[in-house]
């Protein structure tokens, strides 16, 4: 089997493992609200983490500020979004 079929294999069963994975999830925290609310609270926490300490300074290093402004104004968007509609 020659290196690019294996990697193509390999990228098939990651994106069926994370399909799997999301489905059971689904099933199993579709009956617990307050643990779908406190796993998606963590994995937000990741995302912002993740936008404000890697991704946006790295923007901001190559003298432009649209990425970071960009990034704020949506995450303001959508904190107010989700606060109109609850």
Known sequence: MSSRSRLLMIFL??????????WLGF???SSSAF??????????GG?????FEDIAPRAHSER??????GAICG??????????IH
């Open 13 to 22: 069963a990651v994106s069926m493992v994370g399909s799997l994975a999301a």
């Open 27 to 29: 099933v199993w925290f």
């Open 35 to 44: 643990m779908l609310a406190m796993i998606l609270l963590f994995c937000s």
């Open 47 to 51: 995302i912002l983490y993740l936008i």
């Open 64 to 69: 432009n500020s649209f990425p970071v402004v």
């Open 75 to 84: 995450f303001l968007m959508g904190l107010v979004g989700t606060m109109l």
